[in-house]
């Protein structure tokens, strides 16, 4: 289950791929995509945010609280938050800080475009990357016009664009937390 929310105010928006005018107007907070996969004694989760940049430094709004739930017992309630926050230094350089990391034995807290060690194996990375997502958007139009599947995959309409990546590799046990499920998800919210 994959879910992003733009918090502004009082009232709720959701938006993924900057759909919507509101949150548009909000890149720094309008999530793409959240991808998440588990490999041997670790779960990686990816989270995207401000498509279609052509920026290779990466946005970093120290207003914005990106949340990555996971809940364990499908009663979609997070049994679990990980809160990550960006910042800047008295010298002006980007810093990420990520809290409550499953199986990090300290706050993860460091340089972006850094791989930043949490103890216990769990790792964090931000920073600007090559959109991961791809998409024959005109496979998709040709498909619905002559209504015969007509995607070509060396057509990927992301093709030079990037996004801000949030990387995060964490215990897999801690995360499933005593549990045989988990469905992950994440919100971003706005001071």
Known sequence: LVAS????GPTVHASDWADGAVVQLDKPADLSSLYSWSSGNSLFVVLTFDAFSTSFTGTYDPNVLYTIHIDNNEDNVPDKDIWIRFGQNDQGDWG????NLPGATEDVVGPVETVIEGGNGTRAWAGAA???FFFDL????LTKANQSLSFDPS???FAGTNVTAIVLEMNFAAALNSSDNLTVWATTGRE
């Open 130 to 132: 090559d959109d991961p």
């Open 5 to 8: 929310l733009l918090f502004i």
């Open 138 to 141: 005109q496979g998709l139009a």
């Open 155 to 157: 057509r990927d309409f």
């Open 96 to 99: 990420v800080q990520v809290l």
